[in-house]
C-alpha cells in the first residue's frame, strides 16, 4: 500500500533552515508528482509546489519562492524539503501529499511540524 | 492566484441529518476541484476529485456537485465519524489553493 512517511518535528532557530523528509513506498516513486502543503497553526492549507521525481522538474507557488526548496532522492524514494532563513511564520505543520492522474491528494505524509523560536 | 471562498465557516447538525457546503471559485475552474476531510490532528483525507467523483472507500453518503465556479459538498445521513473540518481546493492552474475550511460540529 501507498505509504509516505515524514521526518520528526522540527525546533530551530530562527534565520536559520531546516530540511524535512518524506519517504514513499508502496508505488513506483518517480511516476508521480510529489507535492507539500503548509498548515499554520489554527489555519487553512497552503500549497508550496511540486517536484517530479522522475525528472527532478519543480513548481512553486510564487510565495514560497526562495523559502522553499524541493528536491527528490530516486536512489531512496524520498522527498526533500529545505526551507531557509525561517521566522515564526514559518511555523506549521508541513505535509508532503501524492497526486494522481483524477487530480486531488490521495495520499498524505503524517505531517512534520517545524517550529521557529530562539 | 483563483480565490476559493467556502462557506459556512462552521455547521452544527444533527445525527442522521444531511448538510451541504459550498465552495466558490474567483473564476471557472472547470470543475477540477477536490473535497477534503480533516479530523483533529491529522492530515486531510481526498473525498471528492474532479468535482463529483468519489474516492475509492469513501462512503456514498459523501458526493460532490458542481461546475464553473460553484461547488457543492453533501454529506447525508450524518454520522458521528463526520466530525471534522471540510475544505475544498482546485487544481485548474498554479498555485493550487484552498478553502479556508469548514468546521462540522454534531448537535
Known amino acids: 500500500q501507498v505509504q509516505l512517511q515524514q521526518s520528526g518535528t522540527e525546533l530551530v532557530k530562527p534565520a536559520s533552515s531546516v530540511k524535512i523528509s518524506c519517504k514513499a513506498s508502496?508505488?513506483?516513486?518517480?511516476?508521480?508528482?510529489m507535492h507539500w502543503i503548509r498548515q499554520q497553526p489554527g489555519n487553512g492549507l497552503e500549497w508550496i509546489g511540486w517536484?517530479?521525481?522522475?525528472?527532478?522538474?519543480?513548481k512553486y507557488n510564487q510565495k514560497f519562492d526562495g523559502k522553499a526548496t524541493l528536491t527528490a532522492d530516486k536512489s531512496s524514494s524520498t522527498a526533500y524539503m529545505q526551507l531557509s532563513s525561517l521566522t515564526s511564520e514559518d511555523s506549521a505543520v508541513y505535509f508532503c501529499?501524492?497526486?494522481?492522474?483524477?487530480?486531488?491528494?490521495?495520499?498524505w505524509g503524517q505531517g512534520t511540524l517545524v517550529t521557529v523560536s530562539s | 492566484d483563483i480565490q476559493m471562498t467556502q462557506s459556512p465557516s462552521f455547521l452544527s447538525a444533527s445525527l442522521g441529518n444531511s448538510i451541504t457546503i459550498t465552495c466558490h471559485a474567483s473564476?471557472?475552474?472547470?470543475?477540477?476541484l477536490a473535497w477534503y476531510q480533516q479530523k483533529s490532528g491529522n492530515a486531510p483525507e481526498l473525498l471528492i476529485y474532479k468535482a463529483s467523483s468519489l474516492q475509492s472507500g469513501v462512503p456514498s453518503r459523501f458526493s460532490g456537485s458542481g461546475s464553473g465556479t460553484d461547488y457543492i459538498l453533501t454529506i447525508s445521513n450524518l454520522q458521528p465519524e463526520d466530525i471534522a473540518t471540510y475544505y475544498c481546493?482546485?487544481?485548474?492552474?498554479?498555485?493550487?489553493?484552498f478553502g479556508s475550511g469548514t468546521k462540522l460540529e454534531i448537535k
Open positions: 473564476q471557472n475552474i472547470k470543475g477540477w
Open positions: 508502496g508505488y513506483t516513486f518517480t511516476s508521480n508528482y
Open positions: 517536484i517530479y521525481p522522475g525528472n527532478g522538474n519543480t
Open positions: 481546493q482546485h487544481y485548474q492552474s498554479f498555485p493550487f489553493t
Open positions: 501529499a501524492r497526486s494522481d492522474v483524477g487530480g486531488g491528494f490521495a495520499y
